[in-house]
T-cell receptor, first 116, second 115 residues
Framework: KAGVTQTPRYLIKTRGQQVTLSCSPISGHRSVSWYQQTPGQGLQFLFEYFSETQRNKGNFPGRFSGRQFSNSRSEMNVSTLELGDSALYLC???????????????FGEGSRLTVL | GENVEQHPSTLSVQEGDSAVIKCTYSDSASNYFPWYKQELGKGPQLIIDIRSNVGEKKDQRIAVTLNKTAKHFSLHITETQPEDSAVYFCALHPDRGSTLGRLYFGRGTQLTVWP
């Protein structure tokens, strides 16, 4: 069974540009969450999608956005990139469906973004 | 948001020794406490989890204990091996006001096991 797939794995952008990251969840998983990982802030929750609807959003500026498609694949976009956006962006999928039903989060290997 | 304190930030042990990592939290309504292991260049992987109605859970060399009164939970690794070297994260899911995909993570512990 294939795991969570994130593309691209590495990318370099310059300030002011925008970037789109893609995530394919494990087959059958309908919940997708995104996290930002940096040495300074650790793992920070960005947003969560279920059945194409954003169910939760972390404390990030509006430059960070995402969406989920009918096949559960998800993308996140960061516009007007800043140096501080350099980070490992992790996507996680889950089989759990209920609001209060926690299930294991399966993480991808991440997309490492460097902003110059 | 929920605050999760994790200690120590680095831990070095000799192969065969035990390692203990501790996390404290503030929201007493938290109900799910997973531990993740992140190896270099990879995403975090769940190694063990515990729910609020259980005090201890064990899986081979790994165990987790939960003290809801004191609001702390710990990861215990016995008979450590070099392949246990990685960054370990504690996390929790607050029961109120959060959806299932949102976990709050500790800052991580870099465990190094020397042969």
């Amino acid at each position: 069974k294939a795991g969570v797939t994130q593309t691209p794995r590495y990318l370099i952008k310059t300030r002011g540009q925008q970037v789109t990251l893609s995530c394919s969840p494990i087959s059958g998983h309908r919940s997708v969450s995104w996290y930002q990982q940096t040495p300074g802030q650790g793992l920070q929750f960005l947003f969560e999608y279920f059945s194409e609807t954003q169910r939760n959003k972390g404390n990030f500026p509006g430059r960070f956005s995402g969406r989920q498609f009918s096949n559960s694949r998800s993308e996140m976009n960061v516009s007007t990139l800043e140096l501080g956006d350099s980070a490992l962006y992790l996507c996680a999928s889950s089989l759990a469906t209920g609001i209060s039903n926690t299930g294991e989060l399966f993480f991808g290997e991440g997309s490492r973004l460097t902003v110059l | 948001g929920e605050n999760v304190e994790q200690h120590p930030s680095t831990l070095s042990v000799q192969e065969g020794d035990s390692a203990v990592i501790k996390c404290t939290y503030s929201d007493s309504a938290s109900n799910y406490f997973p531990w993740y292991k992140q190896e270099l260049g990879k995403g975090p992987q769940l190694i063990i989890d515990i729910r609020s109605n259980v005090g201890e859970k064990k899986d081979q060399r790994i165990a987790v204990t939960l003290n809801k009164t004191a609001k702390h939970f710990s990861l215990h690794i016995t008979e450590t091996q070099p392949e246990d070297s990685a960054v370990y994260f504690c996390a929790l899911h607050p029961d109120r006001g959060s959806t299932l995909g949102r976990l709050y993570f500790g800052r991580g512990t870099q465990l190094t096991v020397w042969p």
